[in-house]
């Protein structure tokens, strides 16, 4: 596993608060078995069947920190693009969306959709997370992960987070409220 990976595992795991914009896909921390290895396909054509399972394992276990007995703060907010892409073909879709509704009705987990009549939006900078870690640590303001082809990018200072944190402020203002996207989650899983 590449240490950009450990990085991001490890800041997960000590989690309060996981602040999450993804304008393509399901974020890892959500993804079920088959809608995981479906990506690991897509952006890996190359890679035998082990490693592919290695990576969707590795992807559909990041939902652990959510059954912790401590599990962070979630919130996320989703372009409505990601409800519609056949990550995996239809069935791969609908069932990885009924798992999103299921999640966004548990306690701590806020999930969002920002949909299309939104229009142009504060996400248009492309999809992050930002990582609240343990309160012991007052001073320290956590990270912001952006994944790129190249590198995972990881912002820690607060001149860095800062721009994400004011982003995170208005896509929460134009995604639709909780109780909306969880009926609108619902209807896309059909």
């Known amino acids: 596993m590449p240490e950009q990976s450990k990085l ?10 996981l602040r999450m914009y993804q304008a393509q896909f ?24 082990d490693e592919v399972r290695l990576w969707s394992r590795l992807a559909e276990g990041r939902q652990d920190v959510l059954d912790r ?3 962070p703060e979630v919130q996320c907010v989703l372009d409505e ?8 073909g239809p069935d791969v879709l609908a069932a990885q969306l009924a798992h999103l509704a299921e999640l966004a009705k548990r306690a701590g987990v806020d ?4 949909t299309e009549e939104s229009g142009a939006h504060a996400g248009t900078g492309g999809s992050f997370t930002r990582i609240v ?27 860095e987070i800062d721009p994400f944190d ?5 896509l929460l203002e134009q995604a639709l409220p909780a ?11 059909g």
């Open 8 to 17: 991001l595992l490890s800041c997960e795991a000590s989690a309060v608060r």
């Open 26 to 49: 399901v974020p890892e921390v959500f993804q079920t078995g088959d809608y995981a290895e479906a990506l690991v396909r897509a952006s890996m054509p190359h890679a035998s069947d």
């Open 69 to 71: 007995p401590d599990p």
């Open 81 to 88: 693009a990601v409800l519609h892409r056949k990550v995996g």
């Open 111 to 114: 999930i969002r959709v920002l």
């Open 133 to 159: 870690l343990l309160p012991e640590l007052p001073t320290y303001p956590g990270i912001v992960h952006v994944r790129t082809a190249a590198q995972d990018l990881y912002y820690e200072e607060p001149h």
């Open 166 to 170: 004011g982003v995170w402020t208005l």
């Open 179 to 189: 109780d909306e996207s969880l009926a609108l989650l619902e209807a896309a899983a």
